[in-house]
């Protein structure tokens, strides 16, 4: 995520400039056709392209409403992880009775690392549907970068998990989910050797329950995209009005100029304000665009590796250990 | 679900090609009754037209809101059951105890995906209200296969259940209920064979209670359809104004062409733009169309066999099992 | 609930032909007297009226909205009455251990098609505000029957409950609230008894709880109509609307016929014009209207008769009985 | 609530008259400026007034869908009350095992009334924000009577309450939530005394909790009113909107009559017309305020008076006590 | 929050004087120019402007949903906290059972108000994103005062915690989060100590995981900001529809005055009208804006100081503690 104050018009511009490059050829034809060979029924009535524009503006302003909940959920799954790994976390130290107890809380807290790490791989990888290979996002990886993209998954799992605990892991085909059920797997031994009682078991139980259920929403959001009819009839649209918006204003800047200084002239304006009102809407599409795939490893994300580490760090705090890894920070403003 | 980037725009061209030459007949007649016998007062003021326009765009709105809440609600009930079915699954591979704790928990596991089963059979069956025989529709549905048509539940249910559960089974109304039905049986005896505590019953007891909930979601969306009433008025709405286009712009495209080479001619413009115009109405429409029953086996649908699938593979991975079936992948684009 | 593909236009047209006598006598007055008495101020301009229209637009569609959400929360709460039912079913039927296990089993099950026939007798009872004293629909709800209006509720209970048991509820003000009153009384003396654990007694206890809530929400829905004032001035704006509309068009269509064969004609195209852009309005506040209250025995209701009956279908069939009553079928496309 | 059919037009007018007086005179201004004076260029434009149109109904329609979802959530959460009473009443009723059962299941009950009562006295009191001093509601509120602003508290909660724990609650800042510390209270000590179970009185507990929770979520309604800027912004924006209304439409009205007999007299049509026009509007904001606080003791409040006997009758029933209060009936259409 | 009956239309003009001051200079510059330097083709036509018009009320509309929501869940998080601390409250006191029983429910109580106070200084702390260092709020800042940016954390929590705890929590990543580990260390030593049973322990534990969970929430909302995309393009939509509006009054404004007698000088009413219409959509935008961070310490915050504060009143009621701290009052209408 972007943690600034904002994006500069600047950031805007240059980000969308393939597109403003676009728009400007679309508005240039039509003027230099008007004026130039006198094909002046080329300014086709503004009726049909404002009534255009209001399905445009619904559909846009639809996909940007999906968009932002399906960024806002996201954002709410990683809170619930926080929420339930730190009630987990509590439970786990304050719960355990055994002749290892520290050791055992130990183990248990670096596998819930591990979790959090598989299932962070496994949201940033790509899917067909997702817009990392479009060159503005390509352009604006570069500014920070995905630690998810960089690192290698059994490296960094290797810091958690015991090698025989590793190697079983790096043989199944959903890595967070197995984790997951290793963590049940010590846990029921852990109860049936005195460990914990049988209902101190099911309150365990319920929060690998409750880690499930957000590793399994995190996944549907991931795996289900913006359904890809919806997506694809509203770039048509919009790629049609943004075609007719140069004609549509073609008569009024031809008028403009009437008995002044520029008259003759003014259909020139035509080009930049066609330019300016297509890029507004294209620009809106781009923005709700950006936010629909929220673990793609845009800099629009929701913010996974911070968050995990964030976990990190308040469950090793619980143990009062001292050498605390530090919190991520904003890379160019970004937040990964 | 569609799996890949987007459908072109020639898809959708050739999906709703059928539309195109109603909406061509419409947009034809009034042009040539206006140019060739003179009824010129066919043009009709735009004003009663934009009015309609603003209600049918607010409909259309309505019902693409509430067809992509369906959808997105169907893929949040299935990725319920997965949530569940990972935390039922180990809990019972946990917390069993008993001699035959591996056929036990098998037999379990097995009969979770005769249920699975069950449920995507019965979730993909006809109704009167969805879409699946318009000729759109039945002409798309040859890129890709429905398992649930092509197979047969006994055969596929012979997989997963003794020949004696399948037998009683295939006596049920409701088979998937009475599969769940089966399990909670299976279970209870257990835990009077002392193979579950009490509280680990409970425990179990509310996972066949979210799987029941899960199923009961499903079929709400199923059997309930969007209500007909709404659904009829906005295509009577929609029918009407694609009607009325074509005469509001009569006027604008006659005087388009005044004073320039296509005077006289620039009225034939009215027809490809009433047919742009009415056809990107229609097609939102029939976009929202196609996801109100996610259910029925379009190609818009919730991918639950691919899903179940998952799940067999998750599940029968926690038991170490080797092997495992193969993932289903789309088949051109399309993931069922 | 309408059960088919649509509502045809004949059936709409027949429903609010009321409506549509009323809209042709507002739309013929000021055509008459523009064009024989020459009142032709009466063109008001159509800058007020459009305004007008937006406020009536929003204002409907929010009616719609809240009708439409309604009705869809009132069947989630009967799908959510389903779910509780058939895990509360197996509950019943796997934990109990009694002498007399079948017939405590029978007798809860049974007690609870009471439950779910009180309820519905109750939910379908009238309200003021409801909608089925408009000709409109007296009228068309002879196409289908209610059984909650043909039957008597004694009756039906008979089936269900003991001649003690109904003779003591019969007495009670709130019939379901008893009768689930009376099978936490039976379940707690079982529990006593021996029959069920203490922890299982809690499980049951919850289902109870779960009855409650869900009679509870669908009461809510029954006795708190959608808030009058909202609903009051929604009608006084459509109205004022609906009378101003003809006036505002009258001199589009006036100009509509110079120089063609219609000159001085093409006012009475007015009255056409009028009636069908109003009655779209209408009929949109018509249908939103006949949602609203969705137990009130209208075509558009949630169908509880047929969900009480699936309910007890699947319960049956979970005890494996032999002699199921049939599900209901539509009549004449209606489900009940 | 209302609970009749509707408001008719002639209440909203009388309802709204202060604010008819006020755009009466809004509109005489410019039009008798305009004819009188000869001061045309009164006439602005309807372009600007038709943008700030936009801006008007969007932001009214914003507080209208806030303000039905603050009332519609305060019926949800009285509903809530509602259910968890019925679930509550039942547990104390069969689960209680002491020497003198009747005797304190009642008094269980009866202090849950008198939670009922402080509740809803603390939701009637007054809070600056609130419209109850208006004078459209001063009058409108001769025509039923508020419970909560007749009778005194502590009259109402000595039926209900001992007279050592009416006195102890009367010294207490929260009188409902010490109220229900007092439930929990005696039902830990009759657990300790072994008529509860631990496991029942966990779930009685949970009862206490929810009780506790939907008393907080009225609170927050009553306490945290619609935001003040968002509510200070709509005012100013309407008051303008209202203003400007008349001047913009001016010139239409001048131009009527143009070639009619009421040449010269049809600006004076601009004064019924702009009143219309803004009386709508206000009169939409004003029916949105009139339910952003449901607590306040106006006509559109949830009817918690009634609601809190509703529950006292069925809670008494199921005691089969047989004096039972009568239910609340509306007074002029107004149930409280 | 704002406490009274609404902001002032002084205090909105003053709050946005700096934003007038701009307003203005943008709307004389084209009047100017008009008019002095005969540049009449800067009268754009208004039909590009209404377009963008649109699609900036809808981003405009979007942005202020999106702000009520977080201000609204802000709330309902914080009565959330208010609702479990009852239950919570309530079960410590009338559960515990050890010697030093009234000692140890003190410790645990005003632990809790230490967890309260830990949560408001962190949610009160500056975020890069926030509002507060903005001229407009730092100046309207001056009318009332913030607790979290006055005091200083460490005394507050002396009050609250013993010396021993308070040096160790000083030393803590997130301190709030470790308090309440501490509160579950705590509860966890009592049960093992006998002072609650199992089941009790859990039902302790389970309000801490809620307290965990509204802590997490409302960490949420401070730590992701409305997304940074959004608002950006939020804001370039802004300026640039704020830009253009009085180039597209010119023309309308000066044919206002032709045939009056301010014919010529009708032009210069196009300065106040562009202010006026640009004003009310900058201050919809800046009314927005100023929820979207709920915690910030403006004048529109959740007033977290003050919820805090009833909630030890409240508990330390429960105790029957005679010297209550007064609550907090509003401060120039701002409750904090």
């Not at 990886?141 to 630690?147: E, I």
Request: aromatic share 12%; hydrophobic share 45%.
């Amino acid at each position: 995520m972007h943690a600034g104050k904002k994006y500069s018009l600047k950031e805007f511009i240059l980000w969308t400039r393939r597109d403003i490059y676009r728009l400007t050829i679309l508005a240039v034809i039509p003027t230099v056709l008007y004026h130039f060979c006198g094909f002046t029924f080329l300014s086709i009535s503004w009726v049909p392209v404002a009534l255009l524009g209001t399905a445009v503006s619904f559909i846009i302003g639809f996909k940007n409403n999906a968009s932002y909940a399906r960024l806002w959920e996201a954002r709410q799954i990683y809170g619930g992880i926080i929420n339930v790994s730190r009630s987990f976390g509590v439970m786990v130290r304050d719960l355990l009775r055994s002749k290892n107890k520290q050791q055992d809380v130990q183990i248990i807290f670096y596998r819930h690392f591990a979790w959090l790490t598989a299932l962070r791989f496994q949201l940033r990888e790509n899917r067909v549907w997702e817009n990392m290979n479009d060159l503005r996002n390509i352009e604006y990886a570069q500014n920070y970068h995905t630690a998810e993209k960089t690192n290698k998954l059994e490296d960094v799992l290797a810091q958690y998990l015991s090698a025989e605990e590793l190697a079983y892991i790096l043989t199944k085909k959903n890595k967070a989910t197995q984790i997951m059920a290793l963590q049940s797997n010590h846990i029921n031994k852990l109860a049936t050797a005195g460990s914990f009682s049988d209902l101190q078991l099911q309150s365990l139980q319920a929060g690998i329950a409750a880690f499930y259920d957000n590793q399994g929403k995190a996944e549907r959001i991931k795996n289900f995209p913006y359904p890809r009819h919806f997506s694809s009839i509203a770039s048509i649209m919009l790629n049609l009005f943004v075609f007719l918006v140069p004609y549509g204003l073609l008569n009024d800047f031809n008028k403009l100029g009437s008995g002044t200084l520029i008259e003759g002239y003014s259909i020139w304006l035509n080009i930049p304000f066609a330019i300016l009102l297509t890029w507004v809407f294209n620009t809106l599409d781009v923005v709700g665009e950006s936010s629909t795939n929220p673990f793609e490893g845009s800099a629009n994300d929701v913010p996974i590796t911070n968050i995990s580490r964030t976990m990190e760090i308040d469950m090793r705090d619980m143990l009062d250990e001292t050498n605390l890894p530090p919190a991520l920070t904003p890379e160019n403003n970004i937040l990964m």
